[in-house]
């Protein structure tokens, strides 16, 4: 697949500038359109605010999914080598526009995860951010500085104001068939003549995360991690 790469850009102030614009200039993400028909809620950790977490295809939970990206973001990984998959639900410090010190060590967990050191590129999709103006892309400028130190190719970004749900599941074996949508799209209708006839067919694949497997707080990092579980050997790759 090709995607942003991160090693591309530098630090600068004109660096940071056009890469916001080729986030946004990236193609908005695949989603399921079968989900409702082939995806079951009950296979998918809720990830939560400030959580992360990683799960494999043969887990016991092969899916993670949140909801609530307003003024958040959703960042899910991919090792296109492992199949090795995460999520994280990125959360504001307050009115501040960094994301907080509890989604930051949720986020450095889950791409470390993801990542295992390997030469492979991560692969990256951002959703979220919907609100918020100047806090809204600072979460979003330091989350992408984040991703560049994981050699990230990021391969849509729906977020700020382009359109993009506010709920989202990723499943680990489908990845590359897409995103699971669990809201419609967050949309400004007065600018879409067309929105009400693509929400009500965003609608029907739409599946219900409330259904999701919200499970006890560990106190770790990761609200799940499918690696430790499994016991899978990360530096191989599946079959």
Same mark, same amino acid.
């Given at each position: 697949?090709?995607?942003?790469?991160?090693?591309?850009?530098?630090?600068?102030?004109?660096?940071?500038?056009?890469?916001?614009?080729?986030?946004?200039?990236?193609?908005?993400?695949?989603?399921?359109?079968?989900?409702?028909?082939?995806?079951?809620?009950?296979?998918?950790?809720?990830?939560?605010?400030?959580?992360?977490?990683?799960?494999?295809?043969?887990?016991?939970?092969?899916?993670?999914?949140?909801?609530?990206?307003?003024?958040?973001?959703?960042?899910?990984?991919?090792?296109?080598?492992?199949?090795?998959?995460?999520?994280?639900?990125?959360?504001?410090?307050?009115?501040?526009?960094?994301?907080?010190?509890?989604?930051?060590?949720?986020?450095?967990?889950?791409?470390?995860?993801?990542?295992?050191?390997?030469?492979?590129?991560?692969?990256?999709?951002?959703?979220?951010?919907?609100?918020?103006?100047?806090?809204?892309?600072?979460?979003?400028?330091?989350?992408?500085?984040?991703?560049?130190?994981?050699?990230?190719?990021?391969?849509?970004?729906?977020?700020? &104001?382009?359109?993009?749900?506010?709920?989202?599941?990723?499943?680990?074996?489908?990845?590359?068939?897409?995103?699971?949508?669990? +809201?419609?799209?967050?949309?400004?209708?007065?600018?879409?003549?067309?929105?009400?006839?693509?929400? &009500? +067919?965003?609608?029907?694949?739409?599946?219900?995360?409330?259904?999701?497997?919200?499970?006890?707080?560990?106190?770790?990092?990761?609200?799940?991690?499918?690696?430790?579980?499994? &016991?899978?050997?990360?530096?191989?790759?599946?079959?």
């Amino acid at each position: 697949m090709t995607g942003l790469v991160l090693s591309d850009y530098g630090n600068d102030e004109s660096d940071v500038e056009r890469r916001m614009q080729a986030l946004m200039d990236l193609p908005k993400a695949t989603y399921i359109e079968d989900a409702r028909q082939t995806f079951d809620p009950q296979t998918a950790v809720a990830v939560e605010m400030h959580e992360g977490g990683v799960t494999l295809p043969d887990a016991e939970f092969p899916a993670l999914g949140t909801t609530a990206l307003a003024t958040c973001l959703g960042v899910m990984a991919h090792n296109p080598q492992t199949k090795v998959t995460g999520l994280c639900h990125v959360v504001s410090d307050g009115i501040e526009p960094r994301p907080s010190s509890d989604s930051q060590m949720s986020l450095t967990a889950m791409l470390n995860k993801v990542k295992n050191g390997m030469d492979t590129a991560v692969e990256v999709r951002l959703v979220g951010a919907h609100i918020g103006g100047d806090l809204q892309d600072g979460i979003i400028n330091h989350i992408v500085d984040f991703l560049a130190d994981y050699d990230a190719v990021i391969l849509s970004a729906d977020i700020k &104001g382009k359109p993009g749900p506010s709920a989202v599941a990723v499943v680990s074996h489908r990845w590359d068939d897409g995103l699971m949508r669990g +809201k419609v799209d967050v949309i400004d209708i007065r600018d879409n003549p067309d929105a009400m006839v693509d929400k &009500g +067919k965003q609608a029907r694949s739409c599946v219900d995360l409330n259904n999701m497997v919200y499970l006890a707080d560990s106190g770790k990092d990761l609200a799940y991690d499918a690696t430790e579980k499994c &016991g899978y050997d990360l530096t191989s790759t599946p079959s």
